[in-house]
């Protein structure tokens, strides 16, 4: 199996931070590599797909990056809405996430 | 407009069979490159993916999982069923279903809202 470990596991920051959230693969997983942003009682939302394509509606402040074995989820600006847990997820062999990374207001 | 909705029961005892229904609109699962896939999560836990039916009634399955699993469809009645038997404690969780469309988006793309069940006697 593909094990996909996130780092940091929680990240403090203000709005307005550059905020950077790391991917790793324990493979190749190519370029299928997504990103969901899950808020507290609700169900994830897909932000990024093929590493870098936004989903329709998601704002431009949200950018994916890397390729391989290690990926990235940048917030150029970071808003009150994104405070939020945010999982990686290749869908190379299966569909497996990480741990997800906790985004909480510093 | 597509949309998913989980169904089932919120609490099993343990050794018990676990049956979740995800009643879906605004596709088909008879229509070429689309699938249906089921997702967990253990409360304040990450995601755990259990198991995807494509269109063409092709089945995938967590690999950790596999021996418990079941998943179903029924085009007529635009259901998808999950079983997963001998249940546990450590399966409590809210249970997702998901829609994919391989020609698009080739992964989890809308989700319903989820069904807790919690395991306990």
């Known amino acids: 199996d593909i094990q996909m470990t996130q780092s940091p596991s929680t990240l403090s920051a203000s709005v307005g931070d550059r905020v950077t959230i790391t991917c790793r693969a324990s493979q190749s997983v190519g370029s299928w590599l997504a990103w969901y942003q899950q808020k507290p009682g609700k169900a994830p939302k897909l932000l990024i797909y093929e590493v870098s394509r936004l989903e329709v509606g998601v704002p431009s402040r949200f950018s994916g990056s890397g390729s391989g074995t290690e990926f990235t989820l940048t917030i150029s600006s970071l808003q009150p809405d994104d405070f939020a847990t945010y999982y990686c997820?290749?869908?190379?062999?299966?569909?497996?996430f990480g741990q997800g990374t906790k985004v909480e207001i510093k | 407009q597509i949309t998913l909705k989980e169904s089932g029961p919120t609490l099993v005892k343990p050794t018990q069979t676990l049956t979740l229904t995800c009643t879906f609109s605004?596709?088909?699962?008879?229509?070429?490159?689309?699938?249906v896939s089921w997702i967990r999560q253990p409360p304040g836990e990450a995601l755990e993916w259990l198991a995807l039916?494509?269109?063409?009634?092709?089945?995938r399955y967590s690999p950790s999982l596999k021996s418990r699993l079941t998943i179903t469809k029924d085009t007529s009645r635009n259901q998808v069923v999950l079983t997963m038997t001998n249940m546990d404690p450590v399966d409590t969780g809210t249970y997702y279903c998901a829609h994919m469309n391989t020609q698009e988006i080739q992964t989890l793309h809308y989700w319903g809202q989820g069904t807790l069940v919690t395991v306990s006697s």
């Open positions: 997820q290749q869908y190379y062999s299966y569909w497996m």
């Open positions: 605004g596709f088909s699962l008879s229509t070429t490159s689309v699938a």
């Open positions: 039916i494509f269109w063409d009634d092709d089945k």
